[in-house]
């Protein structure tokens, strides 16, 4: 059973930088065919799709986000990384990270950490 855990600071200043970790247990992040997403829910909203990290290490981030966002990973120690800078308040939400695969889409997500943008 593949296990996802969020982890980073809860609290974040406007215009600083969010950094969350996802950390993989009992599967490998370089397994071909999966996808390794950040997904986060504002407070009253929907599902947000961040970006993604294949197991190949390619990258995919939203259009909307893109220019603030940097998703990365670190093999040795099975987890990948989010980076998102100049945060605002509107950035505060519930942040996931979670695996897909071919033809079942999200199979496997983190419990989610609560991140609040205040000052």
């Known amino acids: 059973q593949v296990q996802l855990q969020e982890s980073g600071p809860g609290l974040v200043k406007p215009s600083q930088t969010l950094s969350l970790t996802c950390t993989v247990s009992d599967g490998s992040i370089t397994t071909n065919p999966y996808n390794w997403h950040w997904i986060r829910q504002p407070p009253g909203k929907g599902l947000e799709w961040i970006a993604d990290?294949?197991?190949?290490?390619?990258?995919n981030y939203s259009p909307s986000l893109k220019s603030r966002t940097s998703v990365s990973r670190d093999t040795s120690k099975n987890q990948f990384t989010l980076q998102l800078t100049s945060v605002t308040p509107e950035d505060t939400a519930v942040y996931y990270c979670?695996?897909?695969?071919?033809?079942?889409?999200?199979?496997?997500w983190g419990q989610g950490t609560q991140v609040t943008v205040s000052s």
């Open positions: 979670a695996r897909s695969a071919p033809q079942r889409g999200y199979d496997y």
């Open positions: 990290i294949a197991y190949s290490g390619i990258t």
